[in-house]
């Protein structure tokens, strides 16, 4: 997660059906989330995109800055004003590299766009499948790796038990917040998230806060993929 503050738009946030259920819990379990979860009542997920969008922009905003990235989507929008898989295949490789992107990242969203208009990915079941089953659709498309999955289900599907181990942002938070900083293994995170089940989503959101307090974007993770 990228901890410095950037001028890239933030959308409002919406408040999913279990989230204060969620925030009760963890407060009552964690007497560290009792103190960040006060601090950051007023935030919560951002309204979802269209999934097709979620994605691309995922793909976009991959091991580059939130300000890149934003630049990088609002040329792809300027060419691309709705960014469906059918309009992203008529413009082709050529005019989206032109948005900034790379070749590799080109392919992908291409990729992308031939995996959603050929329906090998069930984008209008997803809100119905297990987790792992929409982890498993989404991996098989070329530069969607687990954590773009992970930050998929959480920021899209609003899943409320995602836990991002690779996600450096919430590596740093869980670092900071209950080791003082020293190093923390995947097996160290395990343990600790245990007792946020089933509401591991709303615990990672609030660690992310405690390091950016401003951005509630998705592209603003570190991705590992």
Not at 43 to 48: E, Q, R, S
Not at 100 to 121: N, Q
Request: net charge positive; aromatic share 8%.
């Amino acid at each position: 997660m990228n901890t410095k503050n950037t001028k890239a738009p933030v959308r409002k946030g919406v408040k999913p059906d279990y989230w204060e259920e969620a925030a009760a819990a963890l407060m009552q379990r964690d007497r560290i989330l009792n103190k960040l979860i006060p601090q950051f009542e007023h935030m919560h997920l951002p309204a979802p995109r269209e999934p097709f969008m979620t994605l691309a922009r995922s793909i976009i905003g991959q091991q580059i800055s939130t300000k890149a990235a934003e630049t990088v989507w609002q040329n792809l929008l300027a060419i691309c004003p709705r960014c469906t898989p059918t309009q992203v295949l008529k413009i082709g490789q050529e005019r989206l590299a032109s948005c900034g992107l790379s070749k590799r990242k080109t392919e992908y969203i291409i990729d992308l766009a031939s995996h959603f208009k050929a329906k090998r990915v069930h984008a209008d079941k997803w809100g119905e499948m297990a987790d792992e089953d929409v982890i498993a659709e989404l991996v098989q498309i070329r530069g969607i790796g687990r954590w773009t999955a992970e930050m998929f289900l959480i920021f899209n599907l609003h899943r409320p038990n995602i836990m991002p181990l690779d996600d450096l942002g919430l590596l740093k938070g869980i670092s900071l917040n209950y080791f003082a900083g020293e190093p923390v293994s995947r097996s160290d995170m395990r343990e600790l998230s245990a007792n946020w089940e089933p509401w591991r989503t709303v615990a990672t959101w609030y660690l992310w806060r405690s390091l950016d307090p401003v951005s509630i974007s998705s592209s603003a993770s570190t991705a590992t993929d």
